[in-house]
């Protein structure tokens, strides 16, 4: 079958699809999504209630992402339909994810100015990836568009990961009270998060 003329509806020859997907999908996938704390604690503070909404939302969005990530994994039986459920899967991520961390509200304390101006940028950045990731599937007509447009979907979920990962860096490196850090060392579900 040649590159340019496949049936979208019928799986992928596996040499080409391995040979075009395997680097990308493997960004898709293992998402960098990592805060630098470790701790645990019972604390109950605003800052730490915060931490932990903030937390639970990525962790949230960063399976959601890999599910739908793992529906392009079996080259083998990659289609247009594949494609576009993957599309969904992350697109719909991104706005919950927009949409969670609208709900939190502006931290407490003195470092609630940056860290809602960074929660802004990343809104903005998960909008912008909604929109690339479904414009790639736009127009595709053949197993070329196909995989083109399949490792443009990976490219542009893993600048968004590292989106997210420069957000939580700089909201951990604001300049703030002792206990917004401690609230990032101390949440579970930031704890959580490094294991995912």
């Known amino acids: 079958m ?8 019928r799986p992928l020859p596996a040499r080409l699809a391995h ?38 939302a990525l962790g949230t969005w ?5 599910s739908a990530g793992k529906t392009l994994t079996n080259v ?9 459920q ?10 919950k994810l927009v ?11 003195s470092a609630a100015p940056e860290a809602k101006a960074a ?22 007509t053949n197993v070329q568009e196909l995989l083109t447009a399949v490792s443009a979907m990976a490219a542009t979920a893993s600048t968004t990961a590292s989106a997210v990962s420069g ?10 009270s002792d206990e917004w850090k401690k609230a990032f060392d101390d949440s579970e579900a930031c704890q959580s998060l490094n294991q995912r």
Do not use: Y
């Not at 470790?38 to 639970?56: H, L, P, T, V, Y």
């Open 2 to 9: 040649h590159a340019g003329s496949g049936r979208l509806g």
């Open 119 to 140: 929660l802004q940028d990343l809104a903005r950045q998960l909008k912008h990836s909604a929109d690339q990731i479904q414009g790639a599937m736009k127009n595709v």
């Open 167 to 176: 957000t939580i860096t700089k909201l951990e490196s604001l300049e703030a």
């Open 19 to 56: 040979t075009r997907l395997l680097v990308p999908l493997a960004a898709l996938l293992l998402l960098p999504v990592v805060l630098v704390g470790c701790g645990s604690s019972d604390n109950n503070s605003a800052e730490a209630k915060w931490a932990q909404g903030f937390c639970s």
């Open 99 to 109: 949409d969670d961390l609208s709900a939190l509200g502006q931290p407490a304390g």
């Open 62 to 66: 960063k399976t959601s992402v890999q």
């Open 76 to 84: 083998n039986e990659l289609s247009k339909t594949k494609a576009e």
């Open 86 to 95: 993957a599309v969904t899967g992350i697109s719909d991520a991104n706005a």
